[in-house]
Each structure stands twice: as structure tokens, then as C-alpha cells.
């Protein structure tokens, strides 16, 4: 048997051979209190299943540890022994648990967070207030940027947790749906679409010069799956903001996602306009590593988007 086997088959042995922790906690308190019925009472166990964990431990280790009487219990010699021995091991065990919870600590301290535009700007406001009144510890940094560059910050380990908003999952990343999303079409009311009673169909949209987000926005992925290729941007923008005050503007047509054109549809600033033969509905996703699903905060943040 070589090395390697050698230690994997004393290391399994000795998770078979060595009491327990629980088992060890009980033996120390027996030998502090003098009394099984007190040991038990501090653990927060009854004395028949305290007699019995120590009766198991006693099989396990093949000697006796304690001699019970009508006074109480006491060690015999060899549980002085292994009570010494159970000690050094809870120490470290104490030690260990400390150690985790300094690490959980240092973890949970802090959450990056990198998002497309339009869910950074619609949508997570909202959900990090929410996570705010639930972590008020936890440090939020947010990456705002196009969904190509969200996943290559969520891949670099750059962010805890990544949305995009493009027409499927990137390489490398798992995700789930938090929101569904459709793209619109919309025009200042001054532009000849605004007042055509007829709708624009998907040949007229993929030939016509829009207000664009620039390649590998999500907005800009949907648009050119749904229509199999579109005409030179009018005007390429790299933030949803801008493409909106561009249409408002009445530069031209832009397609926008209707969570960021509420305000100005009602107000008639941006007027929608009637589309024929093409579906712009979109699926908005967290993503995170292949194999690593988000824990601490991160996983809060996500759980309070299905909320």
C-alpha cells in the first residue's frame, strides 16, 4: 500500500475509533460537575440518554471511564486519562469552530454585486434596501456595466453574484430567472413612427438606424437574436440612461426595456410604438460560477428577488 492509501485508511479508521464530540463534552462535564445527572442537565440531555453515550463510549474504547454510584459518578484511572486526552481535542475543536466563524465573518463583512445596466438601475435599488434592513453590516459594492462584462466579473471572481439580462446563460455560470422583461420600441412624439397607424414590422426595425446600447449589452443581444441582424446604430450608447434621454431627445427611435420607460410613456415624453412579427420578451438572470452557489449575503440578495 503506498502513502497516499496508507493515510486515507488511517484517517479512515480513526473517524471510527474516536469518540465523538458530543460524546467527549459529556465525559468532561462528568468529571467537572462528579455527577452524570448534573453533566446531563448542563448539556441539555436526559440522564438515560447520558448513561448511554457514555456506556457507548466505554464499547468504543474497550476500558471503563466511570464508576457510578449512589454518590455520584467519578472517573476511573484510565477516564482520567482520556478525559485529559478529550480535552486537548474540544480545545482544538473550540479553536476550529472560532476559526470558521472569523472566516464567515470576514465573508458576510462584505457583498460585490455586478449588474446590466437596467437591472442595476431599475431593480436593484429596491432589493438591497431590502437586504439592508436585513444585513445592516454588510458592505454593498455594485459593478454596473453590460451583461458580457458581468459575466467576465462574476467568472474573475470579481463579484459574489452577477444579473444579466442577454438571450441565455454565459459560459461558465449557473443562474436563475428573477425577473421577466420586454424590450419596447419607443420615439419621441415628434417622430413620423409616433403617429403611423401601422405597425413596424421586424424587416423595417432590422433595417432602420436606431438609438443602440453597444455590443454585448443584453438589450443589444436580445434585439439582434429576435431580428437575425440589425442596421448600423444611429447613435451606440453604453448606458440605458443615455439611450433614453437620446429618444427623448427626439434623435430617433430606441429600443428600451419598459421597466425604464414608465415614467416617460406617462408622461408622454416617449411614445411606444406598435411592433408586428417580433417578440422582444427577455428573461433577467443572477449568475454565478458553475459549482459555487452563492452563500451569506449573496444568497439573501438572491432569495429577496423571488420575494
Known amino acids: 500500500m503506498g502513502d497516499v492509501e496508507g493515510r486515507a485508511a488511517r484517517s479512515a479508521g480513526v473517524a471510527h475509533r474516536v469518540p465523538d464530540l458530543g460524546a467527549m463534552e459529556l465525559l468532561l462535564a462528568v468529571a467537572r460537575l462528579g455527577s452524570l445527572g448534573r453533566a446531563a442537565q448542563e448539556l441539555g440531555v436526559t440522564q438515560p440518554a447520558a448513561s448511554s453515550r457514555i456506556r ?14 449512589p454518590r455520584g459518578s467519578r472517573l476511573t484511572d484510565a477516564g482520567v486519562l482520556v478525559t485529559d486526552w478529550a480535552r ?9 469552530d472560532a476559526g ?11 457583498l460585490r454585486v455586478a449588474a446590466s445596466m437596467t437591472i442595476a438601475e431599475y431593480l436593484l435599488p429596491g432589493w438591497l434596501l431590502a437586504l439592508r434592513a436585513l444585513r445592516p453590516e454588510t458592505a454593498v459594492s455594485l459593478l454596473a456595466g453590460n451583461s458580457a462584462t458581468v459575466a467576465e466579473r462574476v467568472l474573475a471572481d470579481e463579484a459574489d ?10 459560459s461558465g455560470l449557473d443562474s436563475t430567472v428573477v425577473a421577466k422583461d420586454r424590450l419596447i420600441v419607443v420615439t ?9 397607424r401601422k405597425p413596424v414590422g421586424a424587416q423595417e426595425l432590422a433595417v432602420t438606424p436606431l438609438i443602440l446600447r453597444e455590443e454585448g449589452s443584453g438589450t443589444r443581444q ?20 443615455a439611450v433614453k434621454a437620446s429618444a427623448v431627445g427626439g434623435a430617433g427611435p430606441a429600443v428600451l426595456s419598459e421597466l425604464a420607460v414608465g415614467e416617460e410613456l406617462a408622461t408622454r415624453r416617449l411614445v411606444c410604438v406598435p411592433l408586428d412579427g417580433v417578440r422582444l420578451d427577455r428573461e433577467l438572470r443572477a449568475v454565478w460560477p458553475v459549482g459555487h452557489r452563492p452563500v451569506g449575503p449573496a444568497r439573501e440578495l438572491l432569495g429577496l428577488t423571488r420575494g
Open 56 to 69: 457507548s463510549m466505554e464499547r468504543q474504547l474497550g476500558v471503563a471511564l466511570v464508576d457510578r454510584s
Open 88 to 96: 486537548r481535542v474540544v480545545e482544538a475543536a473550540e479553536a476550529f
Open 100 to 110: 470558521a466563524q472569523a472566516l464567515r465573518a470576514r465573508r458576510d463583512s462584505r
Open 161 to 170: 453574484l452577477g444579473f444579466v439580462e442577454g438571450t441565455g446563460v454565459p
Open 188 to 196: 419621441a412624439p415628434g417622430h413620423p413612427w409616433a403617429r403611423r
Open 222 to 241: 436580445v434585439l439582434d437574436a429576435a431580428l437575425g441582424g440589425l442596421a448600423r446604430p444611429l447613435i451606440e450608447l453604453s448606458s440605458t440612461t
